[in-house]
């Protein structure tokens, strides 16, 4: 039986995949909780961006803490499981030259990562990478959203809603 993803597991998965030498930027509900700065809901699974490339050591450091495939859509995404632990989807990106990434789509197309969409935020006080709100808004679109989306869209759309760092309107 598969639980709930919670922070500790993040942060192992995480640790796992930065000690085999793989960067990785939380989305999903996580990635909108690191956007926010705590935890707003339960979450089932950790969706996480990585470099196509690096899948491999991936796959091996997440094998190493029990994870094995459950779902496998490769190259646009494979889903690994852990009983007890919890899920990790994993959304493999290729990047230009220019530091884009592009992720293959179940329909032959690829979906774009602009550079300007990786950023950090926090999970359970600890800095993750992550991405930007408005990468996680438009990756929010084009579907009829679950509760949980629309909760997370609630979230993202108070984020998108602040001003930028610097760009206070004085009353």
């Not at 991936?58 to 094995?68: D, I, K, N, Q």
């Amino acid at each position: 039986m598969t639980a709930d993803m919670d922070a500790d597991e993040v942060h192992a998965v995480l640790a796992a995949l930065t000690d085999a030498g793989c960067r990785a930027w939380v989305g999903g509900g996580w990635g909108v909780d690191a956007l926010v700065g705590h935890q707003t809901r339960t979450h089932r699974d950790l969706d996480l961006a990585i470099a196509a490339e690096q899948e491999a050591a991936a796959m091996r450091a997440l094998g190493r803490l029990g994870y094995v495939v459950e779902t496998d859509w490769r190259p646009v995404r494979v889903e690994v499981v852990a009983d007890g632990r919890g899920r990790v989807d994993l959304h493999p990106l290729t990047f230009d030259e220019v530091g884009d990434g592009h992720q293959a789509g179940l329909d032959g197309g690829s979906f774009r990562w602009p550079k300007g969409c990786f950023t950090t935020g926090a999970i359970a006080g600890r800095r993750v990478d992550c991405i930007s709100v408005a990468q996680q808004l438009l990756f929010h679109s084009g579907y009829e959203p679950r509760d949980v989306d629309r909760a997370d869209l609630a979230w993202l759309h108070r984020l998108a809603a602040r001003p930028a760092p610097g760009d206070e309107r004085r009353p």
